[in-house]
């Protein structure tokens, strides 16, 4: 099975930047489209980026021009890069494999963003 473990969360004035960073285990990592996903207390989570393992992107429109996701497949690594950063993007985050999620989530990293 695969395993996640999501970082780089913290707290963020708004306006700034993050990183964040989901290290997958597995060998078959580059086989997968992977995606980000979002859920803020008291909503769904929700897909806010996803990339193809061929390196196609695509992003909510609420995100879409601030967020910019990645890949590395030789470090088993993808990354979302988070920019001018809102108050409304305060959640908890996870990767996980798209279309389809794989059976276990991570962890999650915690973004939160004042305003």
């Known amino acids: 099975q695969v395993q996640l473990v999501e970082s780089g969360g913290g707290l963020v004035q708004a306006g700034g930047s993050l990183r964040l960073s989901c290290a997958a285990s597995?060998?078959?990592?580059?086989?997968?489209?992977m995606g980000w996903y979002r859920q803020a207390p008291g909503k769904q989570r929700e897909l806010v980026a996803r990339?193809?393992?061929?390196?196609?992107?695509n992003y909510a429109d609420s995100v879409k021009g601030r967020f910019t996701i990645s890949r590395d497949n030789a470090k088993n690594t993808v990354y979302l890069q988070m920019d001018s950063l809102k108050p409304e993007d305060t959640a908890v985050y996870y990767c996980?494999?798209?279309?389809?999620?794989?059976?276990?989530w991570g962890q999650g990293t915690q973004v939160t963003v004042s305003s």
């Open positions: 597995g060998s078959i990592f580059n086989m997968y489209g």
């Open positions: 996980n494999g798209w279309p389809l999620p794989f059976t276990y």
């Open positions: 990339i193809t393992s061929g390196g196609s992107t």
